[in-house]
């Protein structure tokens, strides 16, 4: 049941591009007990099919600019094998505080981010 819960959870951000990720690779590691590895992998799995309705939804409200798109996919098919095959090598418990650190560094981009915006407006 948690996991119909995870998945609930994972898709409405993925909906909103926040990014489920960062709620269903922790909750596979934390409560369904899944090594790192396994957990990016099937939220790299569970990405596909939100991913291909969230566009959809987004192009059919004009909200995609093609010319970033353009300029964002080569560099980064390239740097998602390189990520790949780095996290195939590194160790779990490495990999999960890797993961860890980028999730603090994002919290603490959003909060100042908010911060500032709130001052400017």
């Not at 994972?10 to 990014?19: A, E, K, P, Q, R």
């Not at 300029?71 to 996290?87: D, K, N, Y």
């Amino acid at each position: 049941m948690i996991v119909f819960f995870i998945g609930i959870l994972t898709g409405i951000l993925s909906g909103l591009g926040i990014g489920g990720g960062t709620i269903l690779i922790p909750s596979l590691v934390f409560f369904i007990k899944t090594n790192q590895q396994i957990a990016q992998s099937v939220n790299l799995i569970a990405f596909i099919p939100s991913s291909v309705v969230a566009l959809i939804v987004h192009f059919k409200n004009k909200n995609i600019e093609k010319n970033m798109i353009k300029r964002l996919i080569v560099p980064g098919i390239a740097a998602t094998c390189i990520g790949s095959l780095l996290a195939i090598k590194i160790n779990s418990d490495m990999l999960k505080k890797i993961f860890s650190i980028f999730l603090f560094c994002m919290g603490i981009f959003e909060y100042i981010s908010a911060k500032n915006f709130k001052k400017n407006n």
